[in-house]
C-alpha cells in the first residue's frame, strides 16, 4: 500500500516503567503501520520518562503541564507547540487527560488538530460507579 502525506501525530503516556503509559506501544503501532507516513510529537510530564530518549521511535519531545493545572496552561502549552510542529492529531493516553482535552476540543479544531476523544456525556457514563445505569441503559448484564 501506497504511503500517504505525512501525518504529524502527538502522543502522551511516554513513562516505560514497571506500571508504563501506553503511550510507546501507540507509537510503536504507529511506526509500524506501512499504510502510514507519520512524524512522532511525545508528550510527556516529567523530564525522566523513559519514552523521551527513545529517539529511534520519537521524533521530538515537548513538556506539557499535568491535567491537574487546568485548560488554559494546557491549550497555552499546544498552540506554543503547534506553532512549531504543526500537529495534525493528539492521542492521549491517559483518563486524566481526557476531560481537560474534551474542554478544550473546540479549539484543537480551530487549531486543525484532530483527537480521539468521546463526548463529555459518553466519558462520565463509562466510570465505574455508573455502570448499573450504563448496563440498563444499553441492555447489558453488569455484575
Partial sequence: METTNKITIAVTG??????PGPGIA????LREAK????????????SLEPGIYMHELIDKTYQIPYPSTGTENLLARIE??????NLNVIIPNFDAELIPLIKIENKLKEMGIS???PTKEQ???????????FGKKYNIKVP
Avoid: C, M, Q
Fill in 80 to 85: 506554543y507547540i503547534n506553532s512549531i510542529e
Fill in 123 to 133: 466519558f462520565e457514563e463509562r466510570h465505574k460507579i455508573n455502570l448499573p445505569e
Fill in 26 to 29: 501507540v507509537i510503536r503501532g
Fill in 35 to 46: 499504510s502510514l507516513d507519520v512524524r512522532i510529537i511525545g508528550l510527556a510530564y516529567e
Fill in 14 to 19: 511516554l513513562n516505560a516503567i514497571d506500571s
Fill in 115 to 117: 483527537t480521539f476523544l
